[in-house]
């Protein structure tokens, strides 16, 4: 009876920490604008045209286009050497300089155990096919507390990529990474309660994931609010934090920024 009552409280208190709602997305600010980021359409590809963020090789630092083209922009205007945004380490003049550079800086960062660089790292060896060493790097990562790639192994072994297929072990993943403020892995820790059967835990996942600003989880309570699954007050509020979310995410600045990469990438084609 003992055990049983230990093992009831100390899951209740897990779920005090999983359904707290985190004060902002994984990626936090922007910071140099100090603007909310906007949620990346791929955690894998921060560079990706289609990107709302930009991840600076040089520094690590994450910024918004707002950012990146402000700084372009001045630099153009003032013929000023390009520098980066936020540490002004100066840019390498050509591709191959710029490669060289960047890999340089890289083992840099992964002799001194850098997460984000090990997450990185992972990420190559992923799209190479290799999922054995990506797993080595996300695993390393996540111990010393990346949230990317907490939700990188939630999907490893959800697929069985590179590992056994083990739902118990994605799922803890997947959480580690929604409590670290992943509204993606908050999203499938929803779905996975909702094919459950578990309705009650899969909303309160999907309302956290909508208010942090993502757009699928505001689609999924919509649904289950027209089913009658969700309450009017619950659902009311769900869209007036997702609103907030995405409207704290704009600027003139950003959007300026966003046209001229769509610009610049049409003008590559």
């Not at 799209?127 to 990506?134: A, I, L, V």
């Not at 010393?144 to 790639?149: E, I, P, W």
């Not at 908050?186 to 779905?191: A, D």
Request: charged fraction near 30%.
């Amino acid at each position: 009876k003992h055990k049983r009552e230990c093992k009831k409280r100390a899951a209740e208190l897990r779920d005090e920490i999983l359904f707290r709602q985190p004060e902002s997305s994984r990626l936090g600010d922007c910071p140099i604008c100090c603007l909310p980021l906007p949620i990346p359409c791929d955690v894998q590809k921060h560079n990706c045209s289609s990107s709302p963020v930009i991840s600076m090789h040089c520094c690590s630092q994450v910024i918004c286009k707002g950012c990146y083209y402000a700084n372009r922009m001045r630099e153009r205007e003032q013929s000023l050497p390009t520098l980066c945004p936020y540490c002004r380490h100066p840019a390498p003049k050509t591709e191959e300089a710029w490669k060289e550079e960047t890999e340089k800086r890289r083992m840099k960062r992964l002799e001194a155990n850098d997460p984000v660089a090990l997450q990185e790292l992972g990420v190559d060896h992923y799209h190479d096919g290799d999922y054995g060493s990506s797993i080595k790097c996300w695993r390393k990562a996540a111990v010393l507390g990346d949230v990317v790639s907490h939700y990188q192994m939630s999907i490893m072994y959800r697929e069985g990529k590179g590992v056994q297929k083990d739902m118990k072990k994605a799922i803890y993943h997947a959480e580690q990474a929604a409590i670290g403020g992943d509204p993606k892995a908050r999203y499938n820790l929803g779905v996975e309660e909702m094919n459950n059967g578990r309705i009650q835990r899969a909303v309160r996942h999907h309302i956290i994931a909508a208010s942090l600003g993502y757009e699928k989880s505001l689609e999924v309570l919509r649904k289950h609010y027209a089913a009658g699954c969700v309450q009017k007050n619950d659902f009311a509020a769900a869209l007036r934090a997702y609103q907030a979310a995405v409207d704290a995410t704009k600027s003139p600045q950003r959007e300026k920024g966003e046209e001229w990469y769509r610009l610049k990438n049409h003008w590559k084609c």
